[in-house]
């Protein structure tokens, strides 16, 4: 067994676990906070770091507090309840902007004040694991345990929203009354603001009785259920036609429907405040046209067109787009229109050749490398990109700057997902007219 150490943990890295230097090596430690002075045992030791247990903590962090959740620790949907939320943005903002300078080799001229919403209930969209355990004879539901590909067994989450978060027990006994238990292997949890509908993935056709069980469930805990026995498309509700998921941006005039497979983002009062700081800072004009990139189910294109002239919403899936129009018709905006385009390679695309006053962009993980040359050929004044990979934003921010001229007028961090090391962000680009 390693010996016992001692050391200074001086930050957090990427996935929320205290960094400490022992003979010049980094060492992450999971649970040990900036500031404290901890005791820990090495456990696995790496080229370029090591992993280490927190034995003890010697000195505790004034930011240190007792987690909401009793699986925390050993379930791996939060990473940080241990951290005053707070004290969770801080090092988010700073992870954020050591990115930048590092990677893309940028600052902004300032810095966005952090936007923040609930810490706990806020989860909209999930997906949970399910297994079936033969031996005990019983389900389990839940996220992968820490650094494991094993299933944490949840009996409540204190991150999803209400009514779901109270129900994971409630629903591993639920599979564990059907015929087809050990076919289940995941379900979806989608939220809007008036309806929330679990999506169960079955790789067997469920009997009669299980329809009626999960029925009886759904009625007693008004969800609505369905079933996926494929594709996203081969969803279907579990009582006949249903009605689809939707949440309002009060501000814009705007309500959007979405499915329960739909791309939604998280959050949904972060959502709202994301939406207002992006349109706040792109500050369309009457009479602009703007360039929604990554426009998903109209979520930026519907609110910026009641702000711009004309918006062209583009997305990478035919699916997404369709909803997008129909959540246009459905507000009655007349002044947006939608493609499907391959957004790695757009440059052949007729839409790509036209002019832009404003550009909007909301990429992938991978980030938006491709997109950037027709953003700069566009004559776009004015630039907002949002982010969840703050590496991928580092590097695209250097390419915006150091080769398409673009001023780095602002950057912030968003606090999407609280209890997690994920880091969402948002940056204003501007170049002179």
Not at 96 to 120: F, K
Not at 141 to 159: H, K, N, Q, Y
């Amino acid at each position: 067994m390693q010996a016992v150490e001692e050391a200074l943990v001086v930050d957090l890295n990427h996935d929320g676990r205290g960094v400490v230097r022992l003979a010049g090596k980094a060492v992450f430690v999971a649970d040990a906070l900036p500031g404290e002075r901890i005791a820990l045992r090495r456990l696995r030791r790496r080229a370029r770091h090591d992993e280490a247990l927190l034995v003890e903590v010697l000195t505790r962090s004034a930011a240190r507090v007792a987690p909401a959740c009793g699986h925390f620790g050993r379930c791996g949907g939060c990473a940080l309840q241990h951290l005053e939320p707070a004290a969770q943005l801080e090092s988010k903002q700073r992870q954020l902007a050591s990115q930048l300078e590092r990677i893309g080799r940028v600052r902004p001229e300032r810095l966005l004040a952090p936007l923040a919403g609930p810490v706990y209930g806020y989860r909209r969209r999930a997906r949970l694991g399910v297994r079936w355990l033969a031996k005990s004879g019983r389900a389990i539901v839940g996220f992968r345990e820490r650094s494991s590909a094993r299933l944490a067994d949840v009996r409540a989450c204190a991150v999803l929203t209400a009514p779901v978060g109270a129900l994971c027990e409630a629903l591993a006994e639920l599979i564990g009354t059907l015929s087809i238990a050990a076919r289940i292997p995941q379900l979806e949890v989608a939220a809007g603001e008036r309806a929330t509908a679990l999506v169960l993935r079955v790789l067997a056709p469920p009997t009669a009785a299980d329809l009626e069980r999960l029925h009886q469930f759904g009625e007693r805990h008004a969800l609505h259920l369905w079933l996926q026995d494929g594709g996203a498309d081969s969803a279907v509700p579990l009582a006949g036609p249903a009605a689809l998921l939707d949440y309002r941006l009060p501000e814009f005039g705007v309500r959007v429907e979405f499915g329960p497979l739909d791309f939604v983002q998280v959050n949904g009062e972060l959502n709202r405040l994301m939406v207002g700081r992006a349109l706040e800072l792109l500050a369309p004009e009457a009479g602009d046209s703007v360039l929604d990139l990554y426009c998903g189910i109209g979520n930026f294109t519907l609110p910026l067109a009641r702000r711009a002239a004309r918006v062209l919403g583009v997305e990478g899936e035919l699916g997404l787009v369709r909803r997008a129009r129909h959540n246009a018709a459905l507000n009655g905006i007349d002044n947006a229109r939608f493609a499907v385009a391959n957004l790695d390679a757009p440059q052949a695309e007729a839409w790509a050749r036209e002019r832009y006053d404003r550009v909007l962009l909301d990429p992938p993980r991978a980030g938006a490398a491709g997109v950037l040359p027709l953003i700069a050929a566009s004559d776009a004044r004015r630039v907002v990109y949002i982010s969840c990979h703050a590496a991928s934003l580092a590097r695209d921010a250097g390419s915006l700057v150091h080769e398409h001229g673009f001023r780095f007028l602002a950057a912030g961090v968003m606090d999407m997902f609280p209890h997690t090391a994920h880091v969402e962000s948002l940056a204003l680009f501007e170049r002179d007219a």
